[in-house]
């Protein structure tokens, strides 16, 4: 029997943003806030707890991402239905998402309007994951995991070290090689991946996921 609301668990570690979206949603005569969980240990056992129709998930939580909270969450009850309500904006995110099972990755920039439709479309069935949304999607990781599969371990390192601002003298020091050895990989690096500064080493990192 189909509920008279649909029922949403919030899981978002700000109590303020978590108290405000409930408002939002509380206010809407076909949706109902029934829970929330700021982790995502407590947001698959207060699914299970709940069962809620829709599960509202920021995707940076304490002890993992909305990813694994997905997962798990999908684990205890398949026909739950997911909605990624996040400041994260990268291809990884909503990847992630993807593969939770998620019908709909929505930015917190996005209007308040646009959360209420989301939750109501998802809640009836919809998704806002169109076939070519994912087509592109499934692209881009291919394109993503072929990069990847191109670099050594001591290059992804070397990648990661350079997205977090460290300079080539520290990335030697801290991975007991030389500097000459360094800027090797770092020319290794710029032909593979195109990566020449560190503003692109930033970019490509957070592309592939080596950094949050």
Known sequence: MKRERASVLIVED???????????INNQKDMT???????????????????????????????????????GIRQVRPDIKLIFLTREDSDAARFAALESGASAFIHKSRAAQEVVDAIRLVANGGSLFTPRTIAS??????????????????????????????????????????????RTHIRSLGSKLGVHSKLEAIVKARELALVD
Not at 154 to 175: F, N, P, Q, W, Y
């Open 33 to 71: 806030v029934v829970g929330h969980a700021g982790s995502v240990a407590e947001s698959i056992a207060r699914a299970a707890e709940l069962d809620p129709d829709v599960v509202l998930l920021d995707f940076r939580l304490p002890d993992g991402t909305g990813g694994d909270a997905g997962i």
């Open 14 to 24: 700000h109590q303020v943003v978590a108290e405000g979206l409930a408002a939002l």
């Open 137 to 182: 999607l499934l692209t881009k990781k291919r394109e993503m995991e072929s990069q990847l599969e191109k670099l050594t371990v001591r290059e992804k390192e070397v990648l990661r070290l350079m997205a977090e601002g460290t300079s080539s003298r520290d990335i030697a020091g801290r991975l007991g090689i030389s500097y000459t050895t360094v």
